[in-house]
């Protein structure tokens, strides 16, 4: 397998299917609508909205030519193409605000380690074309409604300004004044970080770096009115919903189209990493060549949610129907079992079997090992009566039944 590359196998299926179910019902509830976006877009759209100055497009992009020579790009993130799409589409036409939700995989060619995949899949939420803050916290509520329905109940909601044109470059200068005596304590990557983006300081998780930003300038104090209004607004909307909140006045996120609100939530089983991400991105339409219109949004990493349910000792939320298992003994009874399984499947049992053992004894061990509550049996004997036996699995009791009354009674007994 390719370096940082993971199978999903079928043993981790009641995880997945929990995070699907999960996901289609708090987007059904919140009224956000699919969209699906290509895996490969061309470079320039993440390089300009990004940012060709952070992490995940300088260093960690998967970026080739095609045998055409279009410079394209393994998708890092959803934010830029469903912006992309929205506008190729004139979606603003349909709803607005549109809210739309994805899945899906997405590559950054990192360090692979715990938590930290070269593939990995995100859950996300986005609400284009309105800036006020209802809509900052209402993709919030959707990111938690979404981990709350799955148990989860140690999370930290750590939010953040990030200022707009206006007032970002006054901060950018205070940032640029305290780190310029202390450039030699920084990392190599923090050194060029100091003159390409310096937001981007703030994000470095070496340990000398985090030491040397205790003390740095924070954003609040230089936000314009229109920025310290909006995030007035924000975290108030916050509290009057009781959605427990730190401030982070260092959060700035690795993504450069970021503006007023950012916010990643986080379990105690897995600090360090974060759960989800998001933040406001006003400018993200004009960057990519639409007309100016506010947005916001969030992603979740799915495989790390599944760690972090792990870590807590949380089980999968997904509810499996009971189970029954069909056993046929001989080769005209393998040949008759297909319509009863049908016969059951359409009225809504779930019916499992390993028609490819031939010994009953076999065939039972399956049975029990997947954990079936009631197995129905089909001989030669049974065939030529027109009946079947029906076992439950736990006593071993058995009892012989006429075909017609088998959905009927396999349904009574798996109650
Ligand atoms: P981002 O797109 O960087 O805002 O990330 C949003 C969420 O995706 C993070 O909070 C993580 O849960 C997840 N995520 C980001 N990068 C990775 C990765 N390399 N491996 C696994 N999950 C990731």
Redesign the pocket.
């Known amino acids: 397998m390719v370096k940082g590359m993971h199978d999903i196998l079928p043993k981790d299926q009641d995880w997945w299917e929990s995070l699907f179910e999960t996901g289609w019902s708090v987007a059904g509830l919140h009224d956000f609508n699919y969209i699906e976006t290509p895996i490969l877009e061309t470079a320039a759209l993440f390089e300009a909205s990004v940012g060709a100055a952070t992490d995940?497009v300088d260093k960690e992009m998967y970026v080739f030519k095609t045998k055409g020579g279009e410079r394209v790009a393994l998708r890092?993130?959803n934010t830029a193409s469903v912006m992309r799409s929205y506008l190729e589409h004139h979606l603003g036409y349909f709803s607005s605000p549109l809210k739309v939700f994805y899945c899906g995989p997405?590559f950054?060619y990192?360090k692979p380690q715990k938590?930290?995949?070269?593939e990995?899949h995100?859950w996300g939420f986005e609400i284009l074309g309105d800036g006020d803050a209802v809509y900052d916290v209402s993709i919030i509520l959707a990111v938690l409604d979404f981990l709350w329905s799955l148990k989860f109940k140690d999370l930290t909601l750590k939010i953040n300004a990030v200022g707009c044109r206006i007032c970002r470059p006054t901060y950018r200068t205070k940032l640029k004044e305290y780190y310029r005596s202390r450039k030699s304590k920084l990392c190599k990557d923090c050194v060029k970080r100091y003159d390409n983006n310096v937001l981007r300081l703030l994000d470095c998780k070496e340990p000398g770096c985090l030491e040397i930003k205790k003390e740095a300038p924070i954003i609040l104090n230089y936000l314009c009115s229109s920025c310290n209004n909006h995030f007035r607004a924000v975290l108030e909307l916050i509290e009057d919903n009781d959605i427990p909140y730190e401030p982070d006045p260092h959060l700035v996120?690795?993504?450069d189209y970021y503006n007023k609100t950012v916010f990643?939530?986080f379990s105690s089983k897995l600090e360090g990493?974060?759960?989800?991400?998001?933040g406001r991105y006003d400018y993200l339409s004009e960057i990519i060549g639409g007309r100016p219109m506010p947005a916001v949004g969030?992603?979740?990493?799915?495989?790390?949610?599944i760690e972090a349910m792990q870590e807590s000792g949380l089980v999968p939320t997904v509810k499996r129907k009971k189970k029954v298992f069909f056993i046929a003994i001989g080769e005209e009874a393998k040949k008759a079992s297909l319509k009863f399984i049908n016969e059951l499947r359409r009225a809504g049992i779930r019916t499992l079997e390993s028609l490819g053992r031939k010994s009953l004894k076999a065939q039972l061990k399956s049975a029990d090992k997947h954990k079936a509550g009631l197995s129905v049996i089909l001989g030669q004997k049974e065939i030529f009566e027109e009946s079947v036996i029906i076992r439950d699995m736990k006593t071993g009791a058995q009892e012989t039944v006429p075909v017609g009354k088998l959905v009927e009674r396999v349904k009574k007994g798996l109650k």
């Open positions: 995940i890092p993130e997405f950054r990192d938590g930290r995949y070269r990995f995100q996120r690795g993504l990643e939530v990493s974060a759960l989800a991400g998001g969030a992603a979740m990493g799915m495989e790390r949610i």
